[in-house]
């Protein structure tokens, strides 16, 4: 796919590009909201940007890609954008966009890298971005065209109505929400998230993912921890109530349960027990026979959400168990399932697939216990709650 000359300038600039990088990115969102400070306002999330995730993320990402064409120049790797061209079509980015990004980010490649952007760098890293640009639109039109089901993909934000708020624990609250236009609730896979839409006091229109943490007949439900410091988080806590209307985009996801009858391994941690609980909703639904092995770790009863949910769900499933690690139990638990959690004393049955959802040190540390008990690097599945930063690792 990568043409021979190009692949050979972009092997040999690649060290160069990839230590610029964190200067690249930097230049490149300056340059981007400047001409352009309505995506900052409206379509970026805008903490991402303060904390730098987001810009990581990106960097990551090319660089991956490029690794990934000079090593198979015939093949474009499809597979490592899936995530990308999800989260594009639930915030809503359009194809024309893709100049606009390209403009910028050329632009801050020259600022940065100067004299050594010769005419034949520019072109072959032309070649690089509009490769991964043009596969993911190929994905994104494919993934707008599902969602709009028949319907004007141009229409992403439906209003829904909140029919019920829930507080599961002190910072986090369900809502069960309904479509307000009267159209069918979207379909959705186990394990999907939808983006949500806030109009902030400031004016700005800010957009944040929730995993779908359940549903009922024709509603969506969502589960939202209220972050310190966090804007959108902290403003659907304080204003959204039953009888209000929220924005939301269809679900969205390339992490979801997959159909099978294997023995299947769902752990989280914290908040990451969101995606976890649908998918074990959907397999009582379903009357599954498939052994479940549900993990999950929390700072304490008080702070785990979904506790009812997970033994009520656990108790339909014939094969189901589940194991729950607090770092620092309330009254009596065993000494075992003390702590961070630990795989060590759980038995994990050959030919398991494992979906994993929590923050990054606890995905490392699960995934390496899984790897060592035999479970195949491409039956492990995560879900980051955050700008994957394993994307480029
Ligand atoms: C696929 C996916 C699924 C998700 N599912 C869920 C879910 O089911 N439930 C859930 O609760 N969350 C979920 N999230 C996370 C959610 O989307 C939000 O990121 C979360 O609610 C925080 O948003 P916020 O606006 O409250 O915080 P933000 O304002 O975006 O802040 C985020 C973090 O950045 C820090 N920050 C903000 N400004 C600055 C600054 N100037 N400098 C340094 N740091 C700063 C904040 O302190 C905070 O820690 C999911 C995310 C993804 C990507
Ligand atoms: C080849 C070009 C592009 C690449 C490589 C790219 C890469 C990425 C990556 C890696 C993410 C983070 C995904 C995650 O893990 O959640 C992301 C998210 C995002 N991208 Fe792109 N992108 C490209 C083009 C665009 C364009 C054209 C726009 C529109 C202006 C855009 C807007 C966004 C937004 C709004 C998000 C979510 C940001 C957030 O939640 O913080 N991207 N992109």
């Known amino acids: 796919m990568l043409s021979a000359k190009s692949a050979e300038v972009v092997e040999a600039t690649l060290p160069v590009v990839g230590a610029a990088i964190g200067d690249i990115t930097p230049r490149f969102y300056d340059r981007l909201f400047a001409a352009h400070p309505e995506l900052l306002r409206d379509l970026f999330n805008r903490g991402n940007q303060a904390n730098g995730t987001q810009r990581e993320a990106l960097a990551g990402s090319i660089a991956a890609f490029a690794s990934a064409l000079i090593a198979n120049p015939d093949q474009r790797p499809d597979a490592m954008l899936a995530r990308i061209a999800h989260k594009h079509v639930s915030v809503g980015i359009d194809n024309e966009q893709y100049k606009v990004v ?8 020259v600022e940065v890298l100067g004299a050594a952007v010769t005419p034949e760098v520019a072109a072959a890293w032309d070649e690089v971005y509009w490769l991964m640009a043009n596969a993911l639109m190929a994905v994104e039109d494919r993934l707008r065209d599902e969602a709009a089901a028949g319907g004007d993909p141009a229409d992403l934000w439906r209003p829904y109505t909140v029919v019920t708020r829930y507080q599961e624990t002190s910072t986090v609250t369900s809502y069960l ?15 999907q998230y939808v983006s949500v839409r806030t109009e902030l006091p400031d004016g700005a229109h800010q957009i944040r993912q929730y995993s779908l943490s359940g549903g009922a007949d024709g509603a969506l439900r969502f589960s939202v921890k209220r972050e310190d410091g966090g804007e959108v988080s902290g403003h659907l806590h304080d204003h959204l109530r039953t009888g209000d209307t929220v924005e939301l985009a269809p679900p969205m996801g390339d992490i979801f349960l997959a159909d099978g009858d294997g023995p299947v391994l769902l752990a989280s941690a914290g908040i990451g027990n969101t995606p976890m609980t649908a998918m074990l909703d959907h397999l009582a639904a379903t009357g599954s026979s498939r052994q479940v092995i549900s993990v999950h770790g929390d700072h304490d009863q008080l702070s785990h959400a979904f506790r009812a949910d997970l033994e009520q769900l656990t108790a339909k499933l014939p094969g189901a168990t589940a194991h729950v690690f607090y770092e620092r139990p309330l009254g009596e638990w065993p000494a075992e399932r003390t702590g961070l959690v630990d795989l060590a004393t759980v038995e994990i049955p050959a030919g398991t697939t494992a979906y994993l959802c929590g923050p990054l040190p606890f995905l490392r540390a699960v995934r390496g216990q899984l790897l060592a008990a035999g479970v195949a690097a491409a039956d492990i599945h995560y879900e980051v709650f955050g700008p994957d930063l394993w994307l480029g690792a």
Not at 177 to 191: C, K, Q, T, W
């Open 177 to 191: 929400v309904r479509p307000a236009d009267g159209r069918p609730v979207p379909a959705s896979r186990p394990g």
């Open 102 to 109: 390209h403009e910028h980010l050329f632009a801050a490649i």
